[in-house]
């Protein structure tokens, strides 16, 4: 009886080391099943020997635990390594121009008013306004037009302010309102726990992440 009693024991250490949580490295799971495994051999009931099908299923079983804490492991490495490239391609943006979706800009110093717009569908023409910070309209452009896609446009020689933006696209004597892109300087680049956290200060324009940003300018 006490044969059996140790049998049990030892099957029941072995059923349960196949349960080992991620914690453990790949090497010490394994050397700690075989350990277990010799344990239960050795002190299995010689009356009623264990299945050998049962030592099959049983390193199976380990295989596919083990395979599995080394899925998460790659898996791991793997992020972490996505988000070291991730942060290093936002530090690199650094003193870069980059166009984010905006309608206002501040200018510190007198320059220029710059950006894009995207035209989704064909448009007859397409305008820009350019207003100070009092609500009048300073400045418009007809931009040349040669289908869908960005068309980039500038005011230049602007005095130190604020400023919004407006864009038109007309079809058939119809205006359509666009969205606005414009151009900025990345000034610094604020780093969280996550890529999703990183921040992209851009010069008269404000705070903007990683997704927010169209394209280098």
């Known amino acids: 009886m006490q044969v059996n009693t140790t049998n049990q024991n030892a099957q029941d250490a072995v059923n349960s080391k196949t349960n080992i949580s991620g914690n453990s490295s790949s090497a010490e799971m394994s050397t ?27 390193l199976a079983e ?5 395979s599995l804490q080394g899925i998460r492991q790659n898996t791991s490495t793997g992020l972490d390594y996505m988000s070291s490239l991730t942060v290093l ?10 166009d984010v979706k905006a309608n206002s800009v501040a200018l510190e110093q007198d320059g220029t008013v710059a950006g894009l717009v995207n ?7 397409v305008t820009v306004q350019l207003y100070n910070q ?36 007309t079809t058939s004597g119809i205006p359509k309102q666009l969205d606005t892109w414009l151009s900025g300087n990345v000034e610094r680049v604020s780093v ?10 851009v ?3 404000g705070n903007f992440g990683l997704t927010e940003i169209n394209q280098l300018a």
């Not at 380990?62 to 083990?66: A, D, I, K, P, R």
């Not at 040349?144 to 500038?154: C, K, T, W």
């Open 32 to 58: 700690m099943f075989l350990e277990l495994l010799v344990a239960q051999i050795s002190n299995q009931n010689p009356l009623e020997p264990m299945d050998g099908t049962a030592y099959v299923s049983q």
């Open 62 to 66: 380990f295989s596919n635990v083990e």
């Open 192 to 201: 969280g726990k996550t890529p999703e956290d990183i921040l992209l200060q």
């Open 89 to 98: 391609e936002a530090t690199g943006m650094v003193g870069q121009s980059v």
């Open 134 to 169: 009092n609500g009048e309209l300073i400045e418009e452009k007809n931009l040349p037009y040669s289908g869908v896609g960005a068309l980039r446009f500038a005011f230049d020689n602007q005095d130190a302010g604020g400023y919004a933006v407006r864009a038109y696209a």
């Open 119 to 125: 035209l989704d569908t064909p448009a007859d023409s």
């Open 203 to 205: 010069d008269g324009l």
